[in-house]
């Protein structure tokens, strides 16, 4: 019951309806973050569950179109428990890639279920000029890194964002693409005839890019205890909303190409009666179609 009110206070507090300096003194004002130009360091941080058949698209794309503009370590939480995941990682920490540094972050089942434990360690942690906090099903394709290279420079946002990302369809377990990323360790490439326009108005889940020095200033939602808490079964990601509060953006939309998303109806991280899995996956469906069909109004 206690977690149940704290979610409903955060998620009405992330609404503005409470100043984020309560939660949050130390953001640094923006001419206190450093302008940097020439050749950046990225850090992208995602994180796989039963995911692997994404997250092997995820880390071809970097090897098949390697970043020649910026220097990317590529950082991934996982669970040891999820074989397949731990077996992918092995096999992509052996493609040596110019520009690319694999960062694997072992964690255990009940802290990965929790995304912003990760996300905020390696926040505290990151070397990097800009963090790209994403999820394993996104993939950077051909000149979305060096592009995004040349629109970072001399950037002080505290936040950005894609303003458009190419995505499928929801698509069911039996789909071709996603048959084909269970089929084991590989460089995979996609055919990306199916992938479709999307218009991006705020910093979501998988498209926050943050500047590295209010990463290290601030962490990601490191005060707020409830997103920093193990859990037994995978929570849902209500700590995304609170980033943009406490960094007091929504983000500023930017121009990169090549951003590619597989949505899809099952989740792996579902788990419980087969009853409840399916109410999730019909909820997961209508709720996507709600949200296309609101872009399509709005474009």
Known sequence: MLNLIQLFFFRFAAGGWIPASW???????????????????????????????????????????????????????YSPEDIRTAELLSFFENQNVPGVTW????????????????????????????VWFTDC???????????????????SDALLFPEQERTTDLLAD???MLRAGSSGPQVLDIDTTSFTTRKITKATGPL????????????????????????????????DRAF??????????????????????????????????????WMRVWQSRWRDWRQDRRS
Request: proline share 5%.
């Open 244 to 281: 943009r509060w406490l960094l007091r953006s929504q983000g500023e939309p930017i121009t990169v190409p090549g951003v590619y998303r597989i949505r899809h109806v099952a989740k792996g991280r579902y788990s419980g009666s087969e009853t409840r899995s399916k109410f999730r996956t």
């Open 137 to 155: 099903d996104l993939m950077f394709r051909e000149h979305c890194l060096n592009t995004l290279a040349e629109v970072l420079q001399g950037r």
């Open 103 to 130: 960062n694997w972050q072992p964690v255990s089942r009940q802290e990965l279920f929790r995304r912003g434990i990760g996300r905020n360690r390696a926040a505290l942690a990151t070397q990097a000029d800009w």
């Open 23 to 77: 939660f949050e003194p130390d953001l640094p004002a923006r001419e206190k973050r450093a302008t940097r130009t020439g050749h950046l360091k990225l850090e992208v941080v995602s994180h796989c569950w039963n995911y692997s058949h994404f997250l092997v698209y995820q880390l071809s794309s970097l090897v098949l179109f390697p970043p020649q503009k910026l220097d990317v370590t590529m950082t991934v939480f």
């Open 208 to 239: 926050q890019i943050a500047h590295g020095d209010v990463c290290r200033a601030v962490g990601y939602c490191r005060n707020i205890g409830l997103y920093q808490k193990p859990v037994e079964s995978f929570a849902k990601c209500h700590e």
């Open 174 to 176: 039996d789909n071709p």
